[in-house]
């Protein structure tokens, strides 16, 4: 059975059968809000949210290269890559994906923190207000099986980026920590000093 967790819940990630897991998924996912408009009024644009996955040795952020994003797919490692980059947020289930090699993973990383922003969220006017049904997820990539799921649902009005959630290793487990900070970061390099 997945764990929903609340904001701030933290879980171990293992297999359903309680064996090791190896690779993991996490998916997220969002909607926009359907804006009403005047009859002649523009089609607004699209929300065009983008995950990124930061690697973290003592839970900072060492380069550029541990950053990965939609112009950078696939860290150094090739233990961590992001699946490719959706502009709309349109359609059912995980809107972006990033897989994670656990068990490769070298040892210096401890932490990967998780986020999402909206592209250029201050030049289009868009926030986080306008977006519904946010969630992250992480499953077994092995067995496309839900470890554990956290929803979003506070009031995001205003904020232009997501602090979703991280993967950490804690005493050689590895667990999951559901974050839900928001923020007005307007870029994913905003969003990456954070943790430098």
């Known amino acids: 059975m997945p764990v929903n967790l609340q904001k701030g819940q933290k879980v171990e990630l293992r297999k359903a059968n309680g064996g090791v897991l190896r690779t993991v998924m996490v998916g997220l996912g969002w909607d926009e809000v359907k804006q009403s408009r005047g009859f002649f009024a523009p089609k607004p644009q699209d929300i065009d949210c983008d995950a990124s996955a930061f690697l973290c040795v003592n839970g900072r952020i060492q380069s550029n290269d541990d950053i990965v994003y939609f112009n950078n797919l696939v860290h150094k490692s090739g233990c961590v890559r992001h699946m490719g980059d959706n502009l709309t947020g349109a359609g059912e289930g995980d809107d972006e994906q990033i897989r994670v090699d656990l068990a490769n993973l070298p040892a210096q990383y401890d932490k990967i923190i998780m986020v999402v922003n909206i592209y250029q969220a201050a030049q289009r006017k868009q926030h986080f207000g306008m977006i519904q049904n946010a969630f992250i997820r992480v499953c077994d990539a092995e067995t496309n099986q839900e ?23 804690y005493n050689g487990a590895w667990k999951f920590n559901a974050i839900g900070q928001a923020t007005q970061d307007n870029s994913i390099g905003d969003l990456a000093r954070r943790f430098i």
């Open 147 to 169: 470890l554990c799921k956290y929803n979003l649902s506070e009031n995001y009005n205003g904020m232009t980026a997501m602090v979703f959630g991280e993967l950490y290793r």
